[in-house]
């Protein structure tokens, strides 16, 4: 069984900066996509920064060149990261971890959140001017 629990999120000034962790349990997966996505109410949920398996990493445009998405594999359990630097009052958001199935197919395209079965109950970030 899959298992996604975040942290790491907290209030901040804008310019600060934080780091969300997520621990992936029972993902044993050799091919996928993980990555982090945000959310405020009444939008649909955004995907901000993703990687593969095979360390391919997309970015939404907003955060480029601020957020870095890593990630450290042990055996049935992976640990994903988003260092979030020069933070803005418009990254206020629920950050939610997911992860994709097994993927088959080509890597070359990023999935939607439709697309990602595994979730963790998210983190609150909040940047304040």
């Known amino acids: 069984q899959v298992q996604l629990v975040e942290s790491g999120g907290g209030s901040v000034q804008a310019g600060g900066s934080l780091r969300l962790s997520c621990v992936a349990s029972?993902?044993?997966?050799?091919?996928?996509?993980m990555g982090w996505f945000r959310q405020v109410p009444g939008k649909p949920r955004e995907g901000v920064a993703l990687?593969?398996?095979?360390?391919?990493?997309?970015?939404t445009d907003s955060v480029k060149g601020r957020f870095t998405i890593s990630k450290d594999n042990a055996v049935a359990k992976i640990t994903l990261y988003l260092r979030m630097n020069s933070l803005k009052p418009e990254d206020t958001a629920m950050y939610y971890c997911a992860g994709s199935g097994q993927i088959w197919s080509t890597l070359a395209e990023t999935p939607s959140a439709p697309q990602m079965p595994h979730w963790g109950q998210g983190t609150q970030v909040t940047v304040s001017s």
């Open positions: 990687i593969s398996s095979e360390g391919n990493t997309n970015y």
């Open positions: 029972g993902y044993r997966y050799r091919r996928y996509w």
